[in-house]
């Protein structure tokens, strides 16, 4: 596997495992071929493995998005993101989330989005700790790593973009099909029924289910829709 990206370092201090590490690894199933960052470690408790960005300019004007995981499913560790003033000193990480083992972290690769703020103080660095793990030696690992500026409204993204029901019978009605809505912006993205039109030659064969309520997302939160299709002609 290559070195790590341009710019990227580590702190690896750890007397307890020698073996521990971060590197660029292409086994364990990257999110994104074919590498991704392994940050290796055991249940020593005053360990300190550490995957350090390059310096960011307004870093608390800022947002990151990646994924991580864990390479089993037992005994997994927490992954402590923060931030440093000094990637040489490991006495400068600062704490600003903890992502939580089991619930957040598990084998399965999972996205993630943190927006920083204005408590980070002048800390230029972002860094991905490896947690106390309970037993054993666990690797974490990070993928497809995202800075772009922290959006100031909410930002509406649905998925799929498109829907295809395939062949059906002329007069039949379709079960209906989910659209996820996320609001991968800042504050409240607000829904209601008249936010949902069909547009189209055929837009009479398409239906949205009715909203029993308005749909209230804040930042990252998802919300699903129902649309089904009754074909009346050719």
């Not at 939580?100 to 230029?124: H, K, P, R, W």
């Not at 912006?185 to 009479?204: C, H, K, R, S, Y």
Request: one cysteine or more; glycine letters at 4%.
């Amino acid at each position: 596997a290559p070195h790590l990206p341009f710019g990227w370092k580590k702190i690896v201090n750890n007397s307890n495992l020698a073996t521990a590490t971060v590197e660029t690894a292409t086994t364990a199933s990257p999110y994104s071929a074919p590498n991704h960052v392994r940050i290796l470690s055991n249940n020593n408790a005053e360990a300190v493995v550490m995957l350090i960005s390059p310096p960011i300019e307004n870093l608390d004007q800022m947002r990151i998005r990646f994924w991580a995981k864990c390479d089993v499913a037992t005994n997994i560790p927490n992954l402590i993101l923060g931030t440093m003033s000094d990637p040489f000193d490991e006495t400068t990480f600062t704490p600003f989330r903890t992502f939580l083992a089991t619930t957040e972290i598990t084998n399965v690769y999972q996205e993630f989005a943190v927006m920083f703020n204005e408590t980070i103080g002048d800390d230029q660095y972002i860094a991905f700790k490896h947690g106390v793990t309970p037993s054993l030696t666990r690797s974490l690992f990070i993928d497809d790593f995202l800075l772009e500026p922290k959006p100031e409204e909410p930002v509406m993204v649905i998925h799929p973009e498109e829907i295809d029901f395939g062949p059906f019978q002329v007069g039949a009605n379709s079960f209906p099909k989910e659209i996820t809505i996320t609001n991968e912006g800042a504050g409240i993205l607000t829904l209601t029924q008249e936010n949902f039109t069909i547009t189209g030659a055929d837009a009479g064969q398409f239906a949205f289910h009715a909203l029993s309520e308005p749909i209230n997302l804040a930042a990252f939160e998802s919300a699903t829709v129902s649309v089904s299709f009754a074909p009346a002609s050719l």
